[in-house]
């Protein structure tokens, strides 16, 4: 049950775009299409911000987009915004449990 | 709306027990697995338990299992963590989430701070 792996850190302009991977095996991102995103700002539970690897909860804007490639799952947040700086956390299916990965801190520069 | 209100956090020595609760209102609660996860002061998110919506299944994290019991009233909308055997490491803010379709958390509480400390 080892952590997904994620940047510690990412940074990006205002109106520009940002990625964050989440790396795991074959055991848990690679072998399912349950994959999701969370976002945390300080103090705060945290947000459901995309399922089933590239599915978006209503609410949530479309400047955010998630994907996945063998083992390897991303967000992608478009046309940043200041609000959007916060901890991004990724999350799989791992057969009977779940792993999250480590977190990524995203600053709006 | 949906509503998860987690209760029973506090302080308790290395080596002893705590009841966690998580009161869930707003939705059906016997049609969702819940689950409890954990962040540590400063650090990531955990996955610790699991229960499906009859409590029929349970699954936990290999840092807790033996110590950790999960378990749920679907007559009374609560969902419970007994935890025994604390250990500083499990020092964190517990928090219950609600499992849609299996693969996501849609709802979180608020949170409940579990301190380990003689």
């Given at each position: 049950?080892?952590?997904?792996?994620?940047?510690?850190?990412?940074?990006?302009?205002?109106?520009?775009?940002?990625?964050?991977?989440?790396?795991?095996?074959?055991?848990?991102?690679?072998?399912?299409?349950?994959?999701?995103?969370?976002?945390?700002?300080?103090?705060?539970?945290?947000?459901?911000?995309?399922?089933?690897v590239s599915e978006r909860p209503s609410g949530v804007p479309d400047?955010?987009?998630?994907?996945?490639?063998?083992?390897?799952?991303?967000?992608?947040?478009?046309?940043?915004?200041?609000?959007?700086?916060?901890?991004?956390?990724?999350?799989?299916?791992?057969?009977?449990?779940?792993?999250?990965?480590?977190?990524?801190?995203?600053?709006?520069? | 709306?949906?509503?998860?209100?987690?209760?029973?956090?506090?302080?308790?020595?290395?080596?002893?027990?705590?009841?966690?609760?998580?009161?869930?209102?707003?939705?059906?609660?016997?049609?969702?697995?819940?689950?409890?996860?954990?962040?540590?002061?400063?650090?990531?998110?955990?996955?610790?338990?699991?229960?499906?919506?009859?409590?029929?299944?349970?699954?936990?994290?290999?840092?807790?299992?033996?110590?950790?019991?999960?378990?749920?009233?679907?007559?009374?909308?609560?969902?419970?963590?007994?935890?025994?055997?604390?250990?500083?490491?499990?020092?964190?803010?517990?928090?219950?989430?609600?499992?849609?379709?299996?693969?996501?958390?849609?709802?979180?509480?608020?949170?409940?701070?579990?301190?380990?400390?003689?």
């Amino acid at each position: 049950q080892s952590a997904l792996t994620q940047p510690r850190s990412v940074s990006g302009s205002p109106g520009q775009s940002v990625t964050i991977s989440c790396t795991g095996t074959s055991s848990d991102v690679g072998g399912y299409n349950y994959v999701s995103w969370y976002q945390q700002h300080p103090g705060k539970a945290p947000k459901l911000m995309i399922y089933d690897v590239s599915e978006r909860p209503s609410g949530v804007p479309d400047r955010f987009s998630g994907s996945k490639s063998g083992n390897t799952a991303s967000l992608t947040i478009s046309g940043l915004q200041a609000e959007d700086e916060a901890d991004y956390y990724c999350c799989s299916y791992a057969g009977s449990h779940w792993v999250f990965g480590g977190g990524t801190k995203l600053t709006v520069l | 709306e949906v509503h998860l209100v987690e209760s029973g956090g506090g302080l308790v020595q290395p080596g002893g027990s705590l009841r966690l609760s998580c009161a869930a209102s707003g939705f059906t609660f016997y049609s969702y697995a819940m689950h409890w996860v954990r962040q540590a002061p400063g650090k990531g998110l955990e996955y610790v338990s699991a229960i499906s919506s009859n409590g029929g299944s349970t699954y936990y994290a290999n840092s807790v299992k033996g110590r950790f019991t999960i378990s749920r009233d679907n007559s009374k909308n609560m969902l419970y963590l007994q935890m025994g055997s604390l250990r500083a490491e499990d020092m964190a803010v517990y928090y219950c989430a609600r499992v849609a379709h299996g693969s996501k958390y849609d709802y979180w509480g608020q949170g409940t701070l579990v301190t380990v400390s003689s």
